[in-house]
């Protein structure tokens, strides 16, 4: 499975953005996807993850009710729209698939992407 992530960018605090992660090699209704962010300096942390036909997602507390996962499995692409940005929002984001399980380890997850910076200015 490769993953393709991209939609980073330069934002002001309180702005938005939509990331997305492009996959490819395997089916992708049969993968679990997630989202994790890694600030420079510190560990990478799990922000969401969404289930095989999108009915259910999870989140970390840290951005429940501004950030929200979608996919779109006709298209093979998993979404994270960020909402009420702010400056400890800054990381690199990463995607990262399952086809057996999901969860809030970074452990569960066999397939990654290469991140998409996200910077949020004050």
């Known amino acids: 499975v490769q993953l393709q992530a991209s939609g980073g960018g330069l934002v002001q605090a309180g702005g938005s953005l939509r990331l997305s992660c492009a996959a490819s090699g395997r089916t992708f209704s049969m993968l679990y996807m997630g989202w994790f962010r890694q600030a420079p300096g510190k560990e990478r942390e799990f922000v969401g993850f969404?289930?095989?036909?999108?009915?259910?997602?999870y989140y970390a507390d840290s951005v429940k009710g501004r950030f929200t996962i979608s996919r779109d499995n006709a298209k093979n692409t998993v979404y994270l729209q960020l909402n009420s940005l702010q400056p400890e929002d800054t990381a690199v984001y990463y995607c990262?698939?399952?086809?057996?399980?999901?969860?809030?380890?970074?452990?569960?997850?066999?397939?990654w992407g290469q991140g998409t910076l996200v910077t949020v200015s004050s």
């Open positions: 969404i289930n095989r036909n999108g009915g259910s997602t």
């Open positions: 990262a698939a399952d086809s057996q399980q999901i969860g809030v380890s970074a452990r569960l997850y066999e397939y």
